[in-house]
């Protein structure tokens, strides 16, 4: 069987690497190069942490679970940083949402632990005496996203086709199955067609209205050993919870005025002894910018909630397009009328942590397999009965 | 917008220039005899440049040749009639353009971000060396001959001890006659290339004669001194050795050569220091409504040396004049500057090494390419066979080429240069592929950009939102 994956990010390159498991030719396309877009630009975050309970919960647990296999295993070892997520609570606002998420999260079962009182400085030195309430969210990890897909992608055995963007899906006679793409290098054939294109999906199904790029800015800062192993894990802000809403409240953020812009506050500290500061959720401006009001703001609430990090260097910026879908869900599954494609794309900020589970349920998917995952939920078609087309 | 420092320093002015060296001092005051707004920022605590770098205080200043010496007094005397209108800020690096298009200034005199809103950024931030990877490039004593000279105009003074210079270009001369007139003569020059076999090149030179009296001027001391100057010698490593550093080249027969040294300089040619920086305006035009017009000058833009950075931001300085004031066109000084190219270009001819400079099959596998995070060239290599059409961005993130602490100073332009040669490309990999064009340009202190979002002129774009947090 040969199949044509197009999107050499985290889904797309999971997707191939578990179609080559399965003895397919795959031929991966991507419009520039693979993790070029919000797989090259994510938070890295394999973590349940932040989210409703639901069927994105219920994904995030078997990604996570999905991380550990794969690092295990062989084709992610090394790549998967398994550490806790502490969610921090500063004020009385974030510590009531705060209080309701942490019961969210064990009612669904994911393990937590309530740190509080003079147990916080002791277990988080590095943390600001503001902080009133953690609650640590354990198994969960940290993957870079540009690695993982470079890993996937050499152990798939693909074929890549670096700058072939996808431009028209082009249908067989009967009109019920894809014979292949169009390329700026002409026509490829193909028993399957996955699109995993990211933001790129939009124009290419006319999803203009259903998904639209969110940008967010990361921070990267130089190394400091000493501070990041007075870090037992990622720290997230309770303001996070607000920002991506994953708890109403009445007490959120009041809607600002102009183009929507939110600020969440995560801090990682990574492998290399650098930290990784995020980040915004924007409905606007160019992705590949960042500004100084945004980096200075995510900067000043980093350093009030871990105020060593004030001495160290800020030595990147980047930012990235998450492929936000209207509903927040992500659109995974076959498109309607179509026999022999399947579309994975809108996965926001989660794709780091979905991409593998995903991809091999995509990959099962077209093998007629038991896509271990309830998709149902994800039916790229939902959008049809308002008139948008999937 | 509110001037937000206590000493009212202007965030919005005419012109921001970067880089005090021949070409900023040149806009500035072309800028400020027409009546603009100028302020100027250097990183060192003295105007000058690279090539004009003032000695600190109580050091007597090196002599430079007579013809860089009259070019330096005039520029310093025509600076100081128009210093009262310019407002310089020294110790200070410029950071970037940010999506907003402030230009991003990190103050480290004060500590602070300075945001700055001009109308015009005029960039001149200088050349930088070229140094090619060797074997024992990474070893301590060892320094780019460029580093070697700025210290020597700063102190006054030549590192104690046996010094070899090596590489390739007339600045190796040019260093070699200041450590003889320091009373420290090198041990040798070793140069790639073999300006006396190609008359050609070199007897073009001779429609320059200010740059003929200079190579002569360094010649001649070299002679007297009889510090040899191995033409056409191809480096092959630097190897530690008790002490001291062994040096080993092939002479222009093939024959191995080899010195002890204590220092080795290397230096391979200048190139612009266009580092991250933000894309120059075409034709006038900004590149969004909300950004300053960039602009380029001097060796920044183009590798000419100082009497061409002179020349060119002295034009360019009254064409951004007239450009602000009555709305005229800024054209780059492309006339002014054919003369300074074409001399460049005969002295890279005649300077061109005697071998040709394939370095993925010239440099062992285990050679550092990336000095902060020690990637060797094996690494590269191994990337680069493993995924066929690797694009510049892959071997960044997956090779860690560029990402260190000097984000790619010293090896984005060889790493592209390698992946150029290993992937067979007929077109160059630009540099740009693995360094971007994003703000910070260097490491910035978190303290001071935290600090920053009470000053920073509100853009339009961003929005007002709560400050809920602490």
Known sequence: ?390 | MPDITPDTLNLTPDVLIIGGGPAGMSVAIECARAGLVVTLVEQRPRLGGAIFRQPVNGVAPLALAAGPERLKARLFKDFAAQVARIHCVYGALFAGLDADGLAIVEDRQTSRVLPFRPRALVLATGAVEAVLPRPGWTLPGVTTAGGLQVLMKETGRAPQGRVVLAGSGPLLLALAAQLIRLGRPPLAVLEAGDPIRRPGASLALLAHPSLVSEAASYLATIALARVPWHRGAQFERIDPCDQALIVTWRDHKGHLASLAADHVSLHDGLAPNNFGLPAEARGGVKSSAGNPLVIRVGDCREALGAAAAVAGGEATGRNLAAHLLTGGEVIAAEATLARHRSAQHHIARAFAPRRGQELATQLPDDTVICRCEGRTLADLKKLVAESPGLSARELKLNGRFAMGACQGRFCASNAARLLGELSHSADQVPVSALTGQRWPLRPVSIAALAAAVADAPQPGSSTKDDKDIR
């Open chain 1, 1 to 390: 069987m040969t199949v044509i994956v197009a999107g050499a990010g985290i889904v797309g390159s999971a997707c191939a690497y578990f179609l080559g498991q399965a003895g397919a030719q795959v031929h991966l396309l991507d419009a520039s190069a693979p993790a070029a877009e919000a797989s090259g630009a994510a938070d890295g975050a394999v973590s349940v942490a932040s989210k409703r309970p639901g069927p994105l919960m219920t994904a995030a647990l078997s990604g996570i679970a999905l991380y550990r296999e794969l690092e295990e295993s062989g084709p992610l070892s090394g790549l998967f940083h398994r550490r806790s997520t502490f969610i921090v609570a500063a004020s009385e606002d974030e510590q009531k949402v705060l209080e309701t998420h942490a019961t969210a999260l064990a009612d669904a079962g994911v393990v937590i632990t309530a740190i509080a009182g003079d147990d916080i400085p002791r277990r988080f030195p590095a943390l600001s005496r503001a902080a009133s309430l953690i609650i640590e969210v354990q198994g969960e990890g940290h993957a870079i996203g540009y690695q993982v897909v470079h890993r996937l992608i050499a152990a798939s055995g693909a074929t890549v086709h670096r700058s072939t963007p996808v431009t028209r899906l082009v249908p067989d006679r009967s009109g019920t199955r894809l014979a292949g793409v169009e390329t700026p290098a002409g026509f490829l054939g193909a028993d399957a067609v996955v699109l995993a294109t990211g933001n790129g999906s939009s124009a290419l199904l006319g999803l203009a209205d259903v998904l639209t790029p969110r940008k967010g800015q990361l921070l990267i800062t130089e190394r400091d050993p000493a501070l990041n192993a007075a870090m037992p894990g990622s720290i997230m802000s309770g303001r996070y919870l607000l920002s991506k809403g994953s708890q109403k409240t009445a007490s959120a953020a009041p809607a600002p005025a102009g183009p929507a812009r939110g600020f969440g506050l995560v801090i990682d500290p990574l492998r290399t002894g650098q930290f990784l500061i995020g980040g915004t959720r924007e409905d606007h401006g160019n992705k590949q910018e960042t500004d100084l009001s945004a980096v200075s703001r995510i900067l000043a609430d980093a350093v009030a909630l871990v105020p060593d990090l004030a001495r160290l260097r800020l030595l990147r910026s980047f930012a990235g397009a998450r492929a936000a879908v209207r509903d927040g869900l992500p659109l995974v599954g076959r498109l309607p009328g179509l026999s022999n494609a399947v579309v994975a794309t809108g996965f926001e900020g989660d794709g780091i942590c979905l991409g593998p589970v995903m991809g091999r349920a995509v990959a099962r998917l077209l093998l007629d397999k038991e896509p271990g995952l309830d998709l149902a939920p994800f039916a790229p078609n939902r959008f049809q009965s308002s008139g948008d087309a999937a």
